[in-house]
């Protein structure tokens, strides 16, 4: 048939059998089928979602940790505190010998956590008279004698052979406000209060919650959360969603590192202890190399010869080599 034969015979009505069709009727069936399927798959598959943790459900679930935990803050004692830029000057970060990338950033999101998280959030509000003259007694004294009273009371509070965490072991004058502020602060949380007022006193709005994590991370609850959900490092929490779902699975050439011990170690001192206080920075110059193998594999005499001499290319394209031939 002729390409004008062709042509004229498309051009002619059509005389054939017809039927009647509604376009309308099979996108409504189709878009309730979808949703139907997309609600009982999501259902089924679907991430549960958790309730967000909060300082009152720390308060009212681990006081004595909120506490505790309140201390270390005041007493500069805190993983937060210690922890170094991009927060603050106390620590040095993370680095692979002379290379520190935390160090030579610096600090460009200033934290401070003896103000941010405790002295701050209960000035923000009205406080009870025995809290509002701690604040007085507190903000009235010099850095020093500041870090004096903490320091001491954070001593007694977390001496194994005293108090041993117990509040009520202290003896009576360690710490000055210190135990006061603490209480106080306790009590704002347990009221919700401290929910509302610790990422910017005043701000209604806020998309930055650094400094709730922070503080979150400093005590056991938020800890304790993540080993119930299976997202510890050592459980390949990275790429797990909440409950040990399976979720982020591009994650695993990371993951995998946290695994092996000596990323993981419990040790204090020796090479274990440097990889593991390290691990995150070691862990990602290691992918940064294997990346690299991966962009310049072309160029390197020997992995580039690895196609030819193991040909599993052959075997996925194998229709096409047999045709070849």
Known sequence: MSATTQETLEREPWTGPTRHYDIVKEGVIATFVVLVLTVVLAAIFSSPDDPALTFQGWAKSAPDNLYATTVAELAGTSDSATYGPPYNTNGDGQAIGPIAPQKWAGVHQPVDPPNDFVINPLSSQQQPADVADALVTW????????????????????????????????????????????????????????????????????????????????????????TANHLQGNEWGM?????????????????????????????????????????????????????????????IPGLRSIPRWIPLHKLVWRDYYRSRK
Do not use: C, H
Not at 211 to 223: A, R, T, V
């Open 239 to 299: 790429m797990n969603e909440t409950g040990n779902f399976p979720g982020q699975q591009w994650l695993a050439p990371f993951s995998f590192w946290y695994q092996l011990p000596i990323f993981n170690s419990d040790a204090t001192t020796g090479v274990a202890a440097t990889m593991t206080a390290n691990a995150d920075i070691y862990i990602l110059a290691i992918i940064a190399v294997m990346m690299l193998l991966v962009i310049f594999l072309p160029y």
């Open 139 to 226: 903000t009235s004294a010099s850095a020093d004698v500041q870090a004096g009273w903490a320091t001491r009371y954070d001593t007694a509070l977390n001496d194994p052979q005293g108090a041993n965490g117990d509040a009520t072991k202290v003896p009576a004058g360690v710490g000055g406000p210190v135990p006061t502020l603490a209480t106080g602060l306790v009590a704002m949380a347990t009221s919700g209060a401290l929910d509302s007022v610790l990422p910017a006193p005043g701000q209604f709005f806020t998309t930055d919650n650094t400094k709730q994590i922070l503080f979150l991370g400093d005590g056991s609850y938020l800890d304790d959360a993540g």
